[in-house]
Each structure stands twice: as C-alpha cells, then as structure tokens.
C-alpha cells in the first residue's frame, strides 16, 4: 500500500529566506508526482506535476524534483515572501492503478514572516 | 470561469439528513474524482469517473454515500442519513487522460459540510 509522508509538518521562515519542503513514499512504481498549494478553507492548487520520467519541473520561484529509486521528492521555494504562506502538499498516482487517483501526503504549512 | 467549480459552498445539517453536492467539472475534462479531507489531513480518495462510468469506489465509501455523472459531464455526491463523522471539506477534481498517461488534476474550492 502506498503511503505518502511530508516533513516538517510545519515550517516558520523570515522572508527571503529560500526553503525546502520534504516528500517521501513507500512504493517507487508511480505515475506521476503532484504538488499542490492549499489555502485555509480553500481548495487545493496546482504548482507542479511531475512525470515519472522526468526528474525535475520548475515554475517560477518553484523547483519539484524527483528521485524515483529513492521514494523522495522536494519541492524548493526560492527568495519566499509572505504571500507564499499555505499548506503545501504532495500527491503520487500509485503503479499498482492506473485510476489516475491521487494519494496525498499530509502537507507542510509554510509561515513566511514579514 | 473555466474551472472547476462545486456547490454549494457551504453546508450545515442535522445528523440524519439526507445533503447532496455538485461538482461542474471543466468541460473537456473526461476523468472525474471526489475527495474528502478532514481537518488537518491531506485529502482521501473516495470515488472516480471515467465519462459517465464510475470505475472505482474506496472503502471509506460506505453504502450512505452515492455519485453520480449521468452524462459523463457534471458530477452529484448524496450522503443520506448524515452522521458527525462526514463533518469534511468534500473536493472535486477533472482531468483529460490522454491515451497511455495520467493527467495533471485540477481542483475545485470544495464543500464544506458540518453535521451538528
């Protein structure tokens, strides 16, 4: 079974300051990795997906990489600033199914302090 | 708005009402997921669509949960008989799978239900 797991579970920076989030999983068969942001009462959204063939995305201030043999995953946030203040979570579609379902670490909530 | 979208917002019933939601998924998007997620927890998978075939359904869907996608476009969740426990923000996800791949999901703001 595949279990996804996220440390820290919380994380407290001064702006500027770059930073990296932390993502490890059990079953290195996956499809696809997924990083997501979450706003408090909100829904999630998309920062970066990465294909199991792939070993890096970036977006901006944002670089996931990959590490299939390892189970890990980082997700590096450059210069923050206060905005970028969320939970950030972290996703894999199993090998084991191609239902495209995502299983979902338990998120690291980012304060960036002014 | 090209989005997912979910309404309503917002729910607050009684224990042992019946509540439904709705999820518009974004339009050519074939693939269609519920999720739940209780506070403090990343989301949980509950059930998916392909087109209008429900394919698949977690064990964490017990028989008072029913979806539907009648025509393979908008989505409806009904939990009957509401217990505390479904307190939850309840997310709504498409997708277009190409052939031979996953595809990147996108979210909707959710449902928040609370059961008193």
């Known amino acids: 079974k595949q279990e996804v797991t996220q440390i820290p579970a919380a994380l407290s920076v001064p702006e500027g300051e770059n930073l990296v989030l932390n993502c490890s999983f059990t079953d290195s068969a996956i499809y696809n990795l997924q990083w997501f942001r979450q706003d408090p009462g909100k829904g999630l959204t998309s920062l970066l997906l990465?294909?199991?063939?792939?070993r890096e995305q970036t977006s901006g201030r944002l670089n996931a990489s990959l590490d299939k043999s390892s189970g890990r995953s980082t997700l590096y946030i450059a210069a923050s600033q206060p905005g970028d203040s969320a939970t950030y979570l972290c996703?894999?579609?199993?090998?084991?199914?191609?239902?495209?379902?995502?299983?979902f670490g338990q998120g690291t909530t980012l304060q960036v302090k002014p | 708005d090209t989005g997912v979208s979910q309404n309503p917002r917002h729910k607050i019933t009684k224990r042992g009402q019946n509540v439904t939601f709705r999820c518009d998924p974004i339009s050519e998007h074939n693939r269609l997921y519920w999720y739940r997620q209780t506070l403090g927890q990343g989301p949980e998978f509950l059930t998916y669509f392909q087109n209008e075939a429900q394919l698949e359904k977690s064990r964490l869907l017990s028989d008072r949960f029913s979806a539907e996608r009648p025509k393979g476009s908008f989505s409806t969740l009904e939990i009957q008989r509401t217990e505390q426990g479904d307190s939850a923000m309840y997310l709504c996800a498409s997708s277009l799978r190409p052939s031979g791949e996953t595809a990147e999901q996108f979210f909707g703001p959710g449902t928040r239900l609370t059961v008193l």
């Open positions: 996703a894999v579609i199993g090998g084991s199914s191609n239902t495209g379902k995502l299983i």
């Open positions: 990465i294909q199991s063939s792939q």
